[in-house]
Structure formats: structure tokens, C-alpha cells
């Protein structure tokens, strides 16, 4: 699903407007995003957690040359899901 049909849906299901319903789910990322970013953990009850993850600098290698490559190090968004969302998905 993409955003816009996320939208779309949202709207069908709530009796919003498109236009309300995207400036809430905007709204909905950017605060997630600056959550993470602020506190490093986001945990929506019933849904799950977000955090950021610091990956390691690392050496990979290129496996059509076999040329190694440095990787530097990075932040990551992880989602780990919570016990009733796995289960509705089972």
C-alpha cells in the first residue's frame, strides 16, 4: 500500500476529507521521525516500537569483483512490532 492509498482509506473509513486526512498522516510521520531522532525510542501502544539503531563501519566486499568496499558507520530506523500485532498476523 502507498501513502496515498493509505490516505484514501483512512479518509473512506473516517468520513474525512483526502485533504484533512493527509495533513494528519504528514503530521503522524513527522512526528514520529522527530521523536526517533530526539529520543531514539517511539512506543505506540498496540502497534509497536520504533528505534534508531547505530550500525557499525564495516568492509564488504563486492561480490562481481570481490573488491572490498568501506562502509561507513550509519543510524538505522528499526520497527520491532508488538506481541498482538504479530499474533493478528499469524
Not at 493527509?22 to 509497536?48: E, F, N, P, Q, S
Not at 564495516?58 to 558507520?73: L, S
Amino acid at each position: 500500500m502507498k501513502k496515498a492509498e493509505l490516505i484514501a482509506k483512512v479518509a473512506e473509513e473516517t468520513g474525512m476529507s483526502q485533504v484533512a486526512t493527509k495533513a494528519i498522516v504528514d503530521c503522524l510521520i513527522k512526528t514520529i521521525l522527530k521523536t526517533v531522532k530526539k529520543d531514539k525510542r517511539l512506543a505506540v501502544y498496540g502497534l509497536g516500537v520504533f528505534r534508531v539503531v547505530k550500525r557499525a563501519k564495516r568492509t564488504c566486499r563486492n561480490p562481481q569483483t570481490g573488491e572490498e568496499i568501506k562502509v561507513k558507520a550509519y543510524n538505522s530506523l528499526t520497527f520491532r512490532p508488538a506481541r498482538s500485532v504479530k499474533a493478528s498476523l499469524a
